[in-house]
T-cell receptor, first 111, second 116 residues
Framework: GQQVMQIPQYQHVQEGEDFTTYCNSS?????IQWYKQRPGGHPVFLIQ?????EVKKQKRLTFQFGEAKKNSSLHITATQTTDVGTYFC???????????FGTGTRLTIIP | EPEVTQTPSHQVTQMGQEVILRCVPI?????FYWYRQILGQKVEFLVS????????KSEIFDDQFSVERPDGSNFTLKIRSTKLEDSAMYFC??????????????FGPGTRLTVL
């Protein structure tokens, strides 16, 4: 079955440093979605990428979808303590079907 | 802004007991999902539901699990005879579908199920 892996599993950064998490799928995705889960919370939708090579920005967050639609990345510039949480990518063969979540990257910020 | 709601927030049960987890999806949404997350692990798909029937289910969703939309607003997940390994956070999600097409699934706050 489809597998979605993320690296790194954990990332500790000093506040103000940049952070990147990488997502790789074993199969081609129709779209990739990114979610953030705060400790003790539920996944909160951040963004969806649909087109091959697409790049989207949300303030300090930059999301990229690979040309082959099998990988994606999330980059945070100048991290803040509010960025703490686990970032999951999720994708599937079609938008209305199940989401296969990545393994997640847990980001902690050192003040 | 409309939200997916789930009750209860925490359910403690004895092994072998039946539990029903409840969800109220966003009112104009057409697709409904259950996911679970064992502590410290990733979110795993359980089942998707559309037009009053299951559209897809995972290997986890065996005969002990069932889903129902008993009325126009609730979406429930039943576990007939709970096992210790069913302890997890269970998330309900809904998706509008329709036109214009949206593929965003909105997650509820979850129900933490603890099986003793």
């Amino acid at each position: 079955g489809q597998q979605v892996m993320q690296i790194p599993q954990y990332q500790h950064v000093q506040e103000g440093e940049d952070f990147t998490t990488y997502c790789n799928s074993s199969t081609t995705l129709s779209n990739i979605q990114w979610y953030k889960q705060r400790p003790g919370g539920h996944p909160v939708f951040l963004i969806q990428l649909v087109k091959s090579g697409e790049v989207k920005k949300q303030k300090r967050l930059t999301f990229q979808f690979g040309e082959a639609k099998k990988n994606s990345s999330l980059h945070i510039t100048a991290t803040q303590t509010t960025d703490v949480g686990t970032y999951f990518c999720a994708g599937g063969p079609a938008g209305n079907e199940k989401l296969t979540f990545g393994t997640g990257t847990r980001l902690t910020i050192i003040p | 802004e409309p939200e997916v709601t789930q009750t209860p927030s925490h359910q403690v049960t004895q092994m072998g007991q039946e539990v029903i987890l409840r969800c109220v999806p966003i009112s104009n949404h057409l697709y409904f999902y259950w996911y679970r997350q064992i502590l410290g692990q990733k979110v795993e798909f359980l089942v998707s539901f559309y037009n009053n029937e299951i559209s897809e289910k995972s290997e986890i969703f065996d005969d002990q699990f069932s889903v129902e939309r008993p009325d126009g607003s609730n979406f429930t997940l039943k576990i007939r005879s709970t096992k210790l390994e069913d302890s997890a956070m269970y998330f309900c999600a809904s998706l509008r579908g329709g036109r214009p097409r949206t593929d965003t699934q909105y997650f509820g706050p979850g129900t933490r199920l603890t099986v003793l």
